[in-house]
């Protein structure tokens, strides 16, 4: 018996013994489609000889040296490529090891900012409902995930939720898509004014919402109107791109899309793409020179920041990504994706929505079409498909918690950018089969 903590005590999942493309393999030799890339990592696939190379000459060189004592070749060059892909005016990357590192240095590093400024009030995060923004302490409370809460809402700093931006739940009878969104997004404004403009800090969100509600993209107008109010208002944005960045969406920066630029943005997951764990907190010009002509000091790290194998490894996905091309094939390979998709559930009796960017792509399971009713989460679906997918051969990620964070339920599709057309009947079939047998 091992001696691993897993992730659930009675269900264990098989070993995995090697991988290969866009599939992963068992010890008894059987394949999964990594139709999710784990949780929308593995945007290369499991065995890009460029990364593991580049991985392995860099350990040859030196694994680690600590950001303490040395700065590092790949972790500088790292930098230098995410400030000169990312659209806007952001300056700095800040090194670290994942998803909720990069948020927790964010939160950190938008209050820092304030007080060296003078603007000691500024302290109130502002965040969304059905939002995910990391476990630790500090990313869980800026999330807006109640399930996900519950057990440590006593230990969690004061956070401020407005509606999420979800237009097949939120838009209503004879409103415009565009009204929606403003509607939604002016939210803000209220929010700013009950809690004083002078004691908010920054304005937290997914451009497109990940694991909480399944790849729902904003509406047309919505960030553009958020960055106004953070504007007027002197709050800062910050953009949790962790999931939906890095080409997910088919664009680099998923924010691209929507015409605005954060002032904060983080990223981790495709930043890797699973060859190493790593993440990176993009910040402006103004953020990092006002802490450097201040007291010149970020009052925060982490014993990996910078760490020079991981910053190689996410070197060379990058260059994968933009030099070689293979984000190209994101939003062809999505559109042909969610055709096959609507396709096959277009119609279907319980699937109410079929949404997302580029092979970021959320279904989205009713009791009802009409009313729009989520099934009895005690009947937990989505568990149910999943399991039944992977017995398929088809990796899935579903989640519950489509509505209010507890209940609903929906799959999300983010399967590597290297996937071919053959692979499109594959994930549609085992999708499809595994809805019908999880059906009550
Ligand atoms: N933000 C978002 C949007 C995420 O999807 C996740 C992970 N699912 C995180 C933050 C946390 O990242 P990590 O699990 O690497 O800490």
New binding site residues.
């Given amino acids: 018996m091992s001696h691993v903590f897993p992730r659930h005590s009675r269900k264990i999942p098989p070993k995995v013994a090697r991988g290969e493309g866009p599939f992963l393999y068992d010890q008894s030799g059987k394949a999964y489609f990594d139709g999710s890339g784990g949780?929308?990592v593995s945007c290369l696939g499991h065995s890009d000889p460029t990364v593991i190379k580049a991985i392995k000459d860099q350990i040859d060189t030196v694994a680690f040296a600590h950001t303490g004592f040395f700065t590092s070749e790949p972790a500088e060059a790292l930098a230098d490529a995410l400030v000169e892909t990312a659209p806007g005016n952001l300056d700095r990357a800040y090194l670290v090891s994942?998803?909720?590192?990069a948020?927790e240095s964010a939160l950190k590093l938008a209050r820092q900012y304030a007080m060296e400024k003078g603007e000691t009030g500024r302290r109130h995060i502002i965040a969304r409902r059905q939002s995910?923004?990391?476990?630790t302490l500090g990313?869980l409370a800026t999330g807006g995930n109640m399930w996900r809460r519950e057990p440590f809402a006593p230990m969690l700093m004061d956070t401020h939720h407005i509606s999420p931006c979800y237009a097949y739940r939120g838009q209503q009878d004879g409103e415009s898509e565009f009204d929606y969104g403003q509607r939604v997004a002016n939210e803000l404004e209220t929010k700013i004014a009950e809690l004083g403009p002078e004691n908010v800090l920054a304005f937290v969100a997914?451009p497109v919402v990940?694991?909480t509600s399944g790849a729902v993209p904003p509406v047309e107008g919505y960030f553009k109107r958020i960055r106004e109010i953070c504007d007027t208002h002197g709050v800062l944005l910050i953009l949790?791109e962790?999931?939906c960045g890095m080409g997910r969406t088919g664009s680099l920066f998923a924010y691209e899309q929507d015409g605005i630029t954060p002032d904060i943005c983080?990223i981790?997951?495709g930043l890797g793409a699973g060859y190493q764990p790593i993440?990176a907190m993009l910040c402006t010009a103004e953020i990092y020179d006002t802490i450097r002509d201040g007291s010149g000091f970020f009052q925060h790290g982490h014993t990996y920041n910078g760490h020079p194998t991981a910053a190689a490894a996410s070197l060379a996905v990058l260059n994968r990504l933009t030099k070689d091309g293979v984000a190209k094939n994101v939003k062809p390979m999505g559109d042909k994706l969610k055709a096959a998709l609507t396709d096959r559930f277009g119609q279907h009796a319980h699937i109410g929505d079929i949404r997302g960017r580029g092979l970021f792509i959320g279904v989205e399971l009713v009791q009802d079409r009409e009313t729009k009713a989520p099934f009895d989460p005690a009947l937990q679906l989505h568990a149910k498909i999943k399991a039944a997918a992977f017995d398929g051969g088809l990796i899935c990620y579903p989640m519950g918690g489509t509505i209010d964070g507890k209940n609903g339920n929906h799959i999300l599709l983010a399967p590597p950018f290297i996937m071919e057309d053959s692979h499109i009947p594959l994930i549609v079939d085992a999708l499809d089969q595994a809805i019908a047998v999880s059906l009550p």
């Fill in positions: 949780a929308a994942g998803g909720s590192e948020m995910y923004h990391g476990n990313a997914e990940g694991a949790d962790v999931m983080a981790a997951k993440g």
